[in-house]
């Protein structure tokens, strides 16, 4: 049996570097695409901002990534210079960014930066609802 690395402390910020790191040495060696890349850089540095960039990382709860979900809803969609009017991130967003922290904490098991994932306490499921049943 494989033993489990050993508990590691490290700040939100320092974990999404390290992360996003190893995933840039993903998209060198072609596992990963450069898009990935772009679209995970920005999902996690807007939820270290919504989190608190110096949170340890095995601190974090699954209320604090809910906040970040809602938080993160709320945000101005950078991609335009006049947002939709709804002020709402669209759903592939959301899903996107639920993605990318979903993503990280399952690096952070590996690393041992948290003793548990918090992503199983997450109680705001990004769902479309609108998304026609095949």
């Known amino acids: 049996m494989v033993r489990p690395p ?3 402390a490290i700040g939100l910020g320092d ?3 390290h992360y996003l790191d190893n995933l840039a040495e993903q998209v060198a060696v072609g596992q990963r695409s450069a898009r990935t890349l772009d679209n995970a850089s920005a999902d996690l540095r807007d939820f270290a901002a919504l989190v608190a960039d110096g949170v340890l990382v095995d601190d ?3 209320a604090d990534i809910d906040d970040a979900l809602v938080g993160f809803a709320r945000l101005p969609d950078r991609r335009y210079t006049n947002p939709p009017s709804d002020g709402q991130r669209s759903m592939a967003s959301r899903q996107r960014f639920h993605a990318s922290i979903s993503a990280l904490f399952a690096a952070a098991v590996v ?3 948290v003793t548990m994932s918090p992503m199983s306490q997450v109680t705001r499921k990004v769902r479309n609802r609108d998304r026609k049943k095949q």
């Open 6 to 8: 050993e508990p590691r």
């Open 15 to 17: 974990a999404v570097d």
């Open 60 to 62: 974090i709860t699954g």
């Open 111 to 113: 690393n041992g930066w």
